[in-house]
Structure formats: C-alpha cells, structure tokens
C-alpha cells in the first residue's frame, strides 16, 4: 500500500521567514495530494491540494509543489505568521480509491 | 464544504465496555472514513463507510473491535468495541465532498479509557 514520509517533524521559524515542510509517497499511481492543518485541539482542516497533472498552485501565502518523477511534494508558507503555528498532515490517495495516506505531520512553531 | 458533526464530543469509559460514536453530515455524501489519531499522532484510517454496503476495514482494524453501520447517505457510526485503555484516542469521521476528493472532518471524539 501506499506509504508517505514527511520531514521535518518539527519547525521552528521566525514570524515573516519562510517554511518548507516535504513529503514522498510510494504509489506510483497517486494523484491527489492534499495538505491539512491542524491546530491544538480542534479538526483538520484542508488549506491546500493538488493534482497530478499541476506541477504547482498558490493560494496567498500557500503553495504546494509536485514532482511525480521523485514522488515527492512541498508545502511552502511564506511570511509565516504566529497563527501559522499548528501540526501540518500532508496526505496522498491510494490511486485506485478514495482513501487517504497521511504523513507522520510536522509541528510549525513562529516565534516573534 | 459539508457541515459535519459528532457526538458525543468527548467521553471517558471503563475497560470492557463499547461506545458508539455518531457522525452526521448536513448533504447526501457517498464516501465516509472513520480516522483514529492517538495522541500526538497522525490520522490512521480504520474503515470505509459506503452507504448500502459493508465498511471495508485497513489493516490491523477488525469488524468485531469497530463495528460500523450505515444507514443512510448522511449518517453513521462507529463502535468503540471491549475497550482498552489502548483504544483511547480521537476518533474523526470524514467525507469526501460530491464530485471532489478532498475529504472534510468531523470535530472528533475524545475518548479515554480507565
């Protein structure tokens, strides 16, 4: 089955630097790859996915790359802001179902 | 996105007993997960939900530990099975938005096992 690694599992950046959180997968045929935020006690919410058939897509201060020949894809905040800290879960699908594979999360930390 | 909803929120349960937790969702939706996150943890799938069928179970999650009934395109639930304190965690149900394969989360269930 498909299988996600995620690095680093901690972060810590000063408020208005840059942050990169990346993943790999294993499934060849995955081709939906949504990154989720999670803050201190509450749900996941998704901020940001992509296809396979995009290389990248922006969303303000969000985007997300891909690289279908590694395996691999990026999160990338810009001008972080404390209300960026929270745990960051990327994920990609099995390909051939619905179903999720998470990564093991990375733990965001701005500091002023 | 679905609006969606748990209950109960949270609960704290002695060891050989079963809680079931309801997930409700405000649109028909085809596809629903049932996720435990254990503390500190990332999300872990343990079944999939289709209206009208049987949930079709990850490894290492049995029907008889998680028994999962859906009854209807907006509703279902899960049973928390002879508890452990092994089993306490969040447990999150999902859908998968209409014509879309981002999926959406419930608030969770707290549990904890004594």
């Known amino acids: 089955g498909e299988n996600v690694e995620q690095h680093p599992s901690t972060l810590s950046v000063q408020e208005g630097d840059s942050a990169v959180i990346k993943c790999t997968y294993s499934?060849?045929?995955?081709?939906?790859f949504p990154w989720y935020k999670q803050e201190l006690g509450k749900r996941p919410q998704l901020i940001i996915d992509?296809?396979?058939?995009?290389g990248e897509k922006k969303d303000q201060r969000i985007a997300v790359t891909l690289n279908k020949t590694a395996k691999h894809f990026s999160l990338h905040i810009t001008e972080t802001q404390p209300e960026d800290s929270a745990v960051y879960f990327c994920?990609?699908?099995?390909?051939?179902?619905?179903?999720?594979?998470f990564g093991t999360g990375t733990r965001l930390q701005v500091t002023l | 996105s679905a609006v969606i909803s748990q209950k109960p929120s949270r609960d704290i349960c002695q060891r050989g007993t079963s809680l079931t937790i309801q997930c409700q969702v405000d649109?028909?939706?085809?596809?629903m997960f049932w996720y435990r996150q254990q503390p500190g943890q990332s999300l872990t799938l343990i079944a999939t939900?289709?209206?009208?069928?049987?949930?079709?179970?990850e490894s290492g999650f049995v029907i008889d530990k998680f028994p999962i009934s859906r009854p209807n395109l907006t509703f279902s639930t899960l049973t928390v099975s002879n508890m452990s304190p092994e089993d306490s965690s969040i447990y999150l149900c999902?859908?998968?938005?209409?014509?879309?394969?981002?999926?959406?989360f419930g608030p969770g269930t707290r549990l904890l096992v004594l």
């Open positions: 999902s859908v998968e938005g209409t014509g879309e394969m981002t999926q959406y």
């Open positions: 499934d060849s045929a995955s081709n939906y």
């Open positions: 992509i296809r396979s058939n995009v």
């Open positions: 994920a990609a699908d099995t390909g051939t179902a619905s179903k999720l594979t």
């Open positions: 649109s028909q939706v085809t596809m």
């Open positions: 939900a289709n209206q009208g069928s049987e949930a079709t179970y």
